[in-house]
C-alpha cells in the first residue's frame, strides 16, 4: 500500500495517540484493524517484519515502516503539519516537547501497562504499575499547576503540540485501571481544554458528551 | 484528634468549572462536587439512585447533572427529571440523589460533613479576596498533616478545625485540610489578596507545597510498609 496507512487496535491507547493527531490533521489514511486481543496477531510473524517489539503502533507509507507511537507523531506533524504548530521548530519549544514525549513513552507507560494489565490480560504487577502510574500523574499534574500560574494552558508550548496528544491517553483513560482524576484538578482543566482542539475524537473509554 | 461535624473544604473553587463534575472524598463518603452552566456548586452523594455509578463520572447540562450509564438527569434539588428511556414518564418524586450542603468561601467549596447542615459556615476568618495557589493531596494521615504544619510553621492560626492560616516560605498563606481518608489528606491554599508579583509568589508556595508533600509522604511510607507486613503476617 502507498496511502499512508495505520495499522490499528480500537482500544490501544498507543494506537489512539496517532489517530487523534491524524484527525487533528485532517489527514486520509488507511486503517488497518489489528487482532490484538484476544489473537496476538501484532507478534505474528508478518507483524515482527514491520516491528520486532511486536507492538502497535505501527505506520507505513509505500516502502516506509514507522513504529511507536512518539516517533510516529513526530514523523506525521513535520510531514502533514505546514503551519509547523504540532512540532515547533525553535530550539526551546522542541526541546519542551521532547521531553514529554520521552515521558510519554518512559514514565507515563506504567499506566499504558496498567490498563492493558486491567482490560487485556497483559502480565503486570498491579500495585507496582498501579502507584507508578500515579507517581507520573501527579508528575504532570504539578507541571500543569505552574503552567497555569505562568498563564500557559499547554504542556509545552503557547499552543498544544505533540506533546499533549501524548500525553492525554493515558490520563483519560485512568479509570479503565481504577485510577480516578479527583487528585489531578489541573489535569481536569487541560483534558477539558484537549477536547476543544478541532478534529478531537474519542474512543472506548473516554465518554464524548463532555 | 478527630474530625467531627463540621464544614469541611472538599476543593478551590477553580477547581471545578461551570458545567464540570469532578468526583471527592470526605472521610469514607464518595463526593461528586459539580458546578451548573449558572456557577452555581454542588456537592451530593456520588451514587446515582438508579444503578449506584458515580454521578461524577456524568456530564452537566445547564442546570442539571445526568448520569455516564443511562443519562437520568438531576436538578439543583436533586430531584430526578429526566429517564431518557421513559422520555413521557413524570419521574416519580421518590427519586433523589443525596445533597450535602455546599458553600463557597475564601476561594474554596465547603462542604457539610453530615447531611443537610442547619447553620453556614462560620470561619472566623476575613472573607477577604484570594488568590488560588493549588490542592495538594498527601498520602498521609489528616491529624500528622495537621501536626506537621503546626510544628513547621513560625505562627500559625487556627480559624476553625480545617482552616488555619500559616507561613510557607515567610510567605502568609491561608490552608483549608480535608480529611480524605483515613491516610489521604487534601491542602487547598490560597493567598490572602492583594498579591504583588502573583506568580511569582505562587510558585514560592507551590515548591514549599510540593516539599511539604515529599517529606510528609517519607514520613508515612516506611510506617505503611510496616502496615503491609503486619498485615500479610495475619
Redesign the interface.
Known sequence: MTELTLHNYELDDQCYKVRLLLSALGCRYVKVDVDVHPGREQRSAPYRRLNPLGALPIITEGAFVLYGAEAILAFLARKYDSERTWLPDDPTTLGRVTQWLAFAGGDLNAASLARAHALLEVEADEDSVGRASRRAF?TMD?HM??RE???AHWFAAAIPTIADIALFPAIALS?DFGV????Y??L??WM?RLRTIPGFVTMPGI?S?? | MSFGPAWYPV??SN?I?PG?S????LFDQELCIWRDTEGVAHAWEDRCPHRGMRLS?G?VRGDKI?C?YHGWQYDRQGQCRLIPAHPDLEVPATIRAARYSCQELLGMLWVYAEREAATPPVLALDARDVVPV??L?IQCAPSAVMQALVERSKTIGAASATLLTLDADEQSVVAGLQPFGASKT?LHLVLPAPVAD??AR??AV?SWA?ELRRRLEDEAEPAAERAAVHEAAL
Not at chain 1, 180 to 183: G, K, N, S
Open positions: 501527579r504539578d499547576t505552574r500560574f505562568d498563564g479509570r480516578d482524576h479527583d487528585e484538578p489541573a481536569r482543566r477539558t465518554p458528551y463532555h | 476543593a478551590l477547581g468549572d464540570r469532578a468526583g471527592t472524598r463520572f456530564f445526568a455516564l493549588r490542592s493531596y487534601a502573583r506568580a505562587q510558585h507551590a510540593e
